[in-house]
């Protein structure tokens, strides 16, 4: 059985549907979202509208940005804005254009999700299985990753948030998979990520996955946002940042 990964869309629903059409080509037969479907993207309700009516057999999960829109608060604004003010304006923005049925759609996602898949065992998180926004990045060390994992015994977990793609494996033979980022990536690539999981009685193999889509339309759509700062989330579109420790 083959599951798609998927995480982080960021409202970006060009993407989303190329990375449809791509799991789709790939016999997917599972898709599971690991959050942050809409924040500081370029059609945040159209996704979400798409998750509403069409993913409704997807497992998805909540993601720490769908949080922020669901609790959103003026204390949680000014933090933000005093250490990443692009993405304070995109919060506030989204906020005020998300109606209510969707923000309680986001509210009702659970914040981690266990599977069991032909004799596996995964779990599904945002960012780890101890915090929704905690970072699993390439080149960890592999003691920093056992710590995060304490106390998890599932045989495959699965995150994003990073917004890039990486993977580790423990002596215990646990496997930790970061499956990057549909909407914004940040591996310096202007191209969508997501992983399939291809399950085989008790055993299970993992394919990273870079997508084309159409970068400049999303782009384009973010400018005509025009709360401040969206241009230069526009950019990270078109010229992605290269995330690195």
């Known amino acids: 059985m083959k599951a798609a990964v998927i995480s982080d869309i960021h409202g970006n629903f060009q993407a989303l549907e190329s990375v449809i059409a791509d799991l789709q080509m790939n016999n997917c037969e599972q898709v ?3 959050g942050d479907l809409a924040m500081a993207g370029p059609q ?3 996704v979400l509208d798409y998750f509403m009516n069409k993913a409704q057999d997807w497992v998805v999960i909540q993601g720490n940005t769908d949080k922020m829109i669901t609790d959103f608060n003026l204390k949680m604004y000014d933090k933000l804005q005093a250490k990443f003010p692009v ?7 989204d906020v005020d254009i998300i109606e209510k049925d969707k923000k309680e759609y986001l509210a009702s996602l659970p914040e981690r999700k266990s599977l069991m898949v032909e004799g596996v065992s995964v779990l599904l ?3 780890s299985p101890r915090k929704s926004n905690e ?3 390439p080149g960890m060390k592999m ?3 056992l710590e995060i994992i304490q106390g998890e015994t599932s045989d495959l977990i699965l995150c994003g948030h990073t917004h890039v793609p990486c993977g580790y494996q423990t002596l215990s033979k646990q496997t930790v998979v ?3 980022s549909v909407g914004r990536p940040m591996t310096g690539v202007p191209k969508a990520n997501y992983a399939i999981i291809d399950f085989n009685n008790g055993t299970f193999s993992v394919e990273h996955r870079e997508v084309e889509y159409d970068y400049e339309l999303a782009a384009s759509l973010v400018r005509a946002r025009q709360f401040e700062g969206a241009s230069e989330l526009a950019d990270q579109l078109v010229m992605p940042i290269l995330r690195h420790l």
């Open 32 to 34: 599971w979202c690991l």
């Open 178 to 180: 970061n499956v990057g």
């Open 143 to 145: 003691s920093e990753i």
């Open 44 to 46: 945040p309700r159209a």
């Open 87 to 93: 993405m304070a304006n995109a919060l506030l923005d």
């Open 135 to 137: 970072d699993i990045l």
């Open 125 to 127: 998180v945002h960012g």
